[in-house]
């Protein structure tokens, strides 16, 4: 069972960047999948989240992240990609993929991806 992370790199602001976050050994499509980033000196935040548990998709984005950030399951392929535009200096942070789950037994499930490095700068 892992959580791939990937896509990460350097950018100029304005720029885009995909992150992927790809599972083996279960069906990502079954879980909730959220971004964390970490910036240095900073807090973990949660940048964006979508959950199907309710039969639909629902989704959060970060206020800093709204309008900008988007994210998409695609299921043949095992993966949830964030679609990144119009990125800032600040967004410059470490990128981590969690999938997580609560069976119908109540019984929580998360898995982490290695971080993937974004670098906004000019």
């Known amino acids: 069972v892992q959580l791939q992370a990937s896509g990460g790199g350097s950018v100029q602001p304005g720029g885009t960047l995909r992150l992927s976050c790809t599972a083996s050994?279960?069906?990502?499509?079954?879980?909730?999948v959220a971004w964390f980033r970490r910036a240095p000196g900073k807090e973990r935040e949660a940048v964006s989240c979508?959950?199907?548990?309710?039969?639909?998709?629902?989704?959060f984005y970060a206020d800093s992240v709204k309008g900008r950030f988007t994210l998409s399951r695609d299921n043949a392929k095992n993966t949830v990609h964030l679609e990144m535009n119009a990125l800032r200096p600040e967004d410059t942070a470490v990128y981590y993929c969690?999938?997580?789950?609560?069976?119908?037994?109540?019984?929580?499930?998360?898995?982490w991806g290695q971080g993937t490095l974004v670098t906004v700068s000019s």
């Open positions: 969690n999938a997580n789950i609560v069976s119908d037994e109540g019984d929580f499930s998360a898995y």
């Open positions: 979508i959950d199907d548990s309710d039969g639909y998709s629902q989704y």
């Open positions: 050994g279960f069906s990502l499509g079954d879980y909730a």
